[in-house]
């Protein structure tokens, strides 16, 4: 596809940097990337992706906008209170950028349905930006069993944490957390809260993580965790490793069938 001249003033920052270019432009127009979760993490992420002109974002979210949303949830205003989640964003990003094509899933992901979302558009990526432990490990089996990179990310309080899994290049989630946690090991949001920022900081570097990998540059969080504390201003960026016996991504896997956990939600603020 040829740029036109719109397009080339308005990616200019992009097109002159090396990395990108007018090449790398064209192929975050023809990128798709699946956002799940329209909260504090997906809505940085969305916007941010939509600004960068990756052509087709997918939007999952079956909640509409609630008051206690808009301290974190930045692409959703004072006027949506009751609106559809995905409807609110999509119309914010088609404000935004006309050259990006919104798909909305207005429904709860399950495991009787996520497989037909990711292969509706054949997504190029997945950002769980969920706020659950049972989304979370329902996304990471998806993705792997499917071979679709994603980004994964929870917050809490002040802190945050995101990396990103790579099919064949690095651990998945389940390596790192086996099983989701009991139910009451977790203080759920609304007992914990959480900084309204921490969605924007985590959710852009998931952001960045999907151009990255779009682009086919620099370093992915693939094989690290990174976490972050605000009270101390703090990043820390740890070796993990793949599980061998990991049962969806290891050698002898498991689990070859989705499964829907059941636990409150909000553990993991989004």
Do not use: W
């Amino acid at each position: 596809m040829k740029l036109t001249d719109t397009q080339l003033e308005r990616y200019s920052r992009h097109i002159i940097m090396n990395e990108v270019g007018v090449k790398g432009q064209q192929k975050l127009l023809e990128s798709k990337v699946l956002i799940i979760g329209t909260g504090g993490l997906g809505c940085p992420a969305a916007m941010f992706l939509a600004a960068a002109g990756v052509g087709t974002i997918g939007l999952v979210d079956f909640d509409a906008v609630e008051l206690s949303n808009l301290q974190r949830q930045i692409i959703h205003f004072t006027p949506d209170i009751g609106k559809p989640k995905v409807f609110s964003a999509k119309e914010k990003i088609n404000q935004m950028n006309p050259d990006v094509e919104v798909v909305t899933y207005r429904e709860m992901v399950n495991s009787s349905n996520i497989i037909d979302i990711i292969k509706d558009r054949d997504y190029d990526f997945i950002i769980d930006g969920t706020d659950n432990f049972p989304a979370k490990f329902l996304i990471n089996d998806a993705c792997v069993i499917l071979k679709k990179p994603f980004s994964h990310a929870g917050i809490i309080r002040f802190d945050g944490q995101t990396m990103t899994y790579v099919p064949e290049k690095g651990p998945c989630f389940r390596c790192i957390f086996q099983n989701p946690p009991p139910p009451d090991a977790v203080p759920t949001c609304r007992q914990a809260g959480v900084l309204g920022v921490m969605g924007g900081i985590i959710g852009t570097i998931q952001a960045t993580e999907a151009i990255k990998y779009l682009l086919g540059i620099g370093d992915l969080l693939t094989g690290y965790i990174l976490i972050y504390n605000a009270l101390k201003m703090e990043f820390r960026k740890i070796k993990i490793n793949k599980r061998e016996s990991c049962e969806v991504c290891g050698k002898n896997p498991t689990i070859k069938e989705l499964i829907d956990y059941e636990q409150p939600q909000c553990d993991l603020k989004g």
